[in-house]
Nanobody, 125 residues
Framework: QVHVVESGGGLVQAGGSLTLSCTAS????????MGWFRQTPGKVREFVGA????????TYGDSVKGRFTVSGDSASGTVYLQMNNLTPDDTAVYYC??????????????????WGQGTQVTVSP
C-alpha cells in the first residue's frame, strides 16, 4: 500500500506563485511516476503535470505549460509543483497521485493507483 500526502495549498493573488509538496510513503518500490491533477466542482479532474522517476522525465497539461514546474526526488518519494503566474482559473483542489503500472498514459487518471486527499488552491483576482 502506498500513502500519498500533499500540502502547501492556500490563498494567493493573481500573478503570484505557490509551491505544493507531495510525499509517497509505504510500499513505494513499484511506483514509477508521480502526477498532479486538479478539480473544480462539477468538472472532470484535470491533468496538470507528472514526472517519471526514471530520468525525471516530465510532462504537462496544456493549460499550465510554461507556468508550472514539476520536480522531485525519488529517494525521498517527494514531488513538488511550482506554480507561477497564477490566475483565478487555476483555483481548484489539487491532487497528487502515484502510478505503479504503465497501462495508461501519465495524463490519464486511470494510470494512478494511489491518491492524496487534495489541497485547496485559491487565486484571487
Amino acid at each position: 500500500q502506498v500513502h500519498v500526502v500533499e500540502s502547501g495549498g492556500g490563498l494567493v493573488q493573481a500573478g503570484g506563485s505557490l509551491t505544493l509538496s507531495c510525499t509517497a510513503s509505504g510500499s513505494t518500490l513499484s511506483v514509477y511516476a508521480m502526477g498532479w491533477f486538479r478539480q473544480t466542482p462539477g468538472k472532470v479532474r484535470e491533468f496538470v503535470g507528472a514526472m517519471r522517476w526514471s530520468g525525471y522525465i516530465k510532462t504537462y497539461g496544456d493549460s499550465v505549460k510554461g507556468r508550472f514546474t514539476v520536480s522531485g526526488d525519488s529517494a525521498s518519494g517527494t514531488v513538488y509543483l511550482q506554480m507561477n503566474n497564477l490566475t483565478p482559473d487555476d483555483t481548484a483542489v489539487y491532487y497528487c497521485a502515484a502510478a505503479e503500472s504503465s497501462r495508461f498514459k501519465l495524463n490519464e487518471r486511470e494510470e494512478y493507483a494511489y491518491w492524496g486527499q487534495g489541497t485547496q488552491v485559491t487565486v484571487s483576482p
